[in-house]
């Protein structure tokens, strides 16, 4: 993770209003700070959200080969998505293939983002053989890819800012209190039982997945609202 060198922020009021409060957070470190500071930059994503996002195309993607290894096996699954060249190889270089597939080999910002908060939520839930990816319901996998790709997203923005005369030690200590904060509020306030149902291999349902990060996104905003 971590700002793009060059990275200029953009000036519309709701990053603006972002921008400050996470300035104060910095300055404060306190929780009223820290939920401000996350409530007006997810106030600030959803208003700059683009609909059909490379990180909703690849968690959708993502979602639907979980679910087709679920039904019927790893090979099965890479026969359907049309991968017969990497059935019988090792599981990280399944992964890798299907990742650059999926995010479009990090032809952009966005696309880097999106495979980083993919492959860290795959870390994150010891999903070592891709085999194993049907093992895991899509709920419990997209809350995983949303809490990694919103940290991933606010060290892209802010981590520069927040390194300005600091050591690395205490921008990390910074920058790791927002992410436990990000997780914690979305384990505890996003419930996604709901799609459990969703087959994702169905056109469409990167819909699913946008509605689903505008949804966690909320869980930040309710703290504060509009003041």
Not at 7 to 19: E, F, G
Not at 81 to 100: A, F
Request: charged share 30%; aromatic share 8%; proline share 1%.
């Amino acid at each position: 993770m971590g700002t793009s060198k060059g990275y200029i922020a953009p000036t519309t009021l709701h990053w603006s209003t972002a921008k400050r409060a996470v300035t104060s957070f910095i300055k404060n470190r306190d929780y009223d700070s820290k939920a401000k500071a996350a409530s007006k930059y997810a106030t600030a994503m959803k208003t700059d959200m683009s609909t059909g996002g490379s990180f909703q195309s690849a968690a959708a993607r993502a979602l639907g080969f979980a679910q087709k290894v679920a039904s019927g096996g790893l090979d099965n699954a890479l026969r359907e998505y049309n991968r017969e060249d990497l059935v019988g190889k090792p599981s990280e270089v399944v992964w890798t293939e299907l990742l650059h597939e999926f995010t479009n080999s990090g032809a952009s910002v966005e696309d880097n983002m999106a495979a980083d908060a993919l492959s860290q939520a795959m870390d994150n839930l010891e999903i070592e053989d891709i085999a194993d990816i049907g093992n895991v319901s899509v709920d419990i996998l997209l809350k995983e890819m949303l809490k990694e790709y919103i940290k991933e997203n606010f060290d892209f923005r802010y981590e520069e800012k927040i390194s300005k005369g600091k050591t690395p030690a205490q921008t990390s200590e910074i920058l790791n209190d927002m992410h436990e904060y990000i997780e914690n509020s979305i384990d505890g306030d996003l419930n996604l039982d709901n799609l459990r149902t969703v087959d994702f291999s169905n056109m469409g349902t990167a819909q699913v997945v946008e509605d689903a990060l505008r949804d966690a996104l909320s869980v930040f905003e309710k703290y504060y609202g509009e003041d």
